[in-house]
T-cell receptor, first 114, second 116 residues
């Protein structure tokens, strides 16, 4: 089925470990984003990309890296995990950055850092 | 600064009753406006969107929303709530071509409980 695929669905990390959250879409969407969702805080933008090779920071980029080598993939890297990064992470894509299309969301990755 | 406010954290309604979820935004120009729904353990699903034209927009699952420029509001409504509507609802603003930004901003969400 067409859509946004996130892996893994669940992950437990120890403080200081690194990992990559994967995100792939098969809709040829130019715009992709990563959000974290925490209770009472809604969704906060971590990083976004308006096309292959172009990325920029959102509201809460510290501790995270991204790259966009292809249109389909937009991985999120945690460099050195901290308990404050315990959250649910969502990847989302849209046909264009400023065309009012709205997002298609993945089903999320629940990350726990101990 | 751009922002979205959902003043109600929790709302409880009886099945069959009407529903209105509030959303206020702060933006330099008329933004694109969205409502999303999130069922437990799931990602967000787009309910409806507005960016021009008729200020009353229809969405999926029987939802509608009305844009009021004078009040900077985009409230979500449903005439008769079903038990399956229990979920969390998010209002969001999206980048307008005149904004110079590419960021979608989300509100903090309203959790809807439906009583049988």
């Amino acid at each position: 089925n067409a859509g946004v695929t996130q892996t893994p669905k669940f992950q437990v990390l120890k403080t200081g470990q690194s990992m990559t959250l994967q995100c792939a879409q098969d809709m040829n969407h130019e715009y992709m984003s990563w959000y974290r969702q925490d209770p009472g805080m809604g969704l906060r933008l971590i990083h976004y990309s308006v096309g292959a090779g172009i990325t920029d920071q959102g509201e809460v980029p510290n501790g995270y890296n991204v790259s966009r080598s292809t249109t389909e993939d937009f991985p999120l890297r945690l460099l050195s995990a901290a308990p404050s990064q315990t959250s649910v992470y969502f990847c989302a894509s849209s046909p264009g950055a400023e065309m009012g299309y709205g997002y298609t969301f993945g089903s999320g990755t629940r990350l726990t850092v101990v | 600064a751009q922002s979205v406010t959902q003043p109600d954290i929790h709302i409880t309604v009886s099945e069959g009753a009407s529903l209105e979820l509030r959303c206020n935004y702060s933006y330099g120009a008329t933004p694109y406006l969205f409502w999303y729904v999130q069922s437990p353990g799931q990602g967000l699903q787009l309910l409806l969107k507005y960016f021009s034209g008729d200020t009353l927009v229809q969405g999926i699952k029987g939802f509608e929303a009305e844009f009021k420029r004078s009040q900077s509001s985009f409230n979500l409504r449903k005439p008769s709530v079903h038990w399956s509507d229990a979920a969390e609802y998010f209002c969001a603003v999206g980048p307008h071509p005149s904004s110079g930004t590419y960021k979608y901003i989300f509100g903090t969400g309203t959790r809807l409980k439906v009583l049988a």
